[in-house]
């Protein structure tokens, strides 16, 4: 089975390599030899995961071939949109041609599937944390657990917003982590399927985005701190 790939160079001084047709599949490395590595047993971890969830999975990765179709190397932005040094600005992440393609409705049913088991992963997760744990401050950590969480819930409204998607402002996130993420939550499940076979590209602030981006990113971002909460309470342990 031929597993199409997009590379997205220096992201936080990292590579990320991203299975294009696998929302939430992904791997970090320091160059691109070590994420593609990291991508394959991220792929099996992603079809067993699936399988764990579902009597129905979709996702079969046997024999599989691995394609690199796109590289984009990420760069910063000021606000006069100009090349930014590093850690200045506004990073500027990956735009694939094939975040152009319009989203089928089965992609639409299976990546809302992804973002609501990855949501009860995470819930279920914080629910078992003590409560001096959720707000303890880690050394070179720019949030808590319950900041994590909320940030969590922040991107989600903020991508949206990239399409104009929502009315709702940040202002108006609960600051409850738990509420705050039920209400992103409830959006996603409703403005998402009416992504179904449609085509919108904007650009604002220096970035492209369209419907096939904001479930790549989404469900990414969800991925990625989850994992996250898991190394700060493992390192607690």
Sequence with gaps: MQIRIGIENNIEGRTLTWALDYPGCFAYGMDEAEALIKLTKALLEYEYWIKNHTHQPWVNL?????????????FRLGTDYKPAPPGEGYEINAWFIDDWRPLSAKEIEHGLLIFNWQRDELLAGLSTLDPALLEKE??????????????????????????????????????????????????????????????????????????????????????????HIKQLVFEEI
């Design 62 to 74: 046997e024999e599989m071939d691995i394609r690199v179709e796109e590289r984009f190397e990420t």
């Design 138 to 227: 880690f050394p070179n950590q720019r949030w808590t657990i319950t900041g994590i969480a909320k940030h969590v819930a922040n991107a989600e409204l903020w991508y949206l917003q990239r399409l104009n998607l929502t009315e709702i402002s940040h202002q108006a996130l609960s600051p409850d982590y738990a509420e705050r993420l039920s209400q992103t939550d409830a959006l996603i499940n409703e403005i998402f399927p009416q992504f179904v076979d449609q085509v919108k590209v904007r650009g604002i602030d220096g970035e492209i985005w369209s419907y096939r981006k904001i479930l790549r990113r989404t469900l990414w971002h969800q991925r990625d701190h989850i994992d």
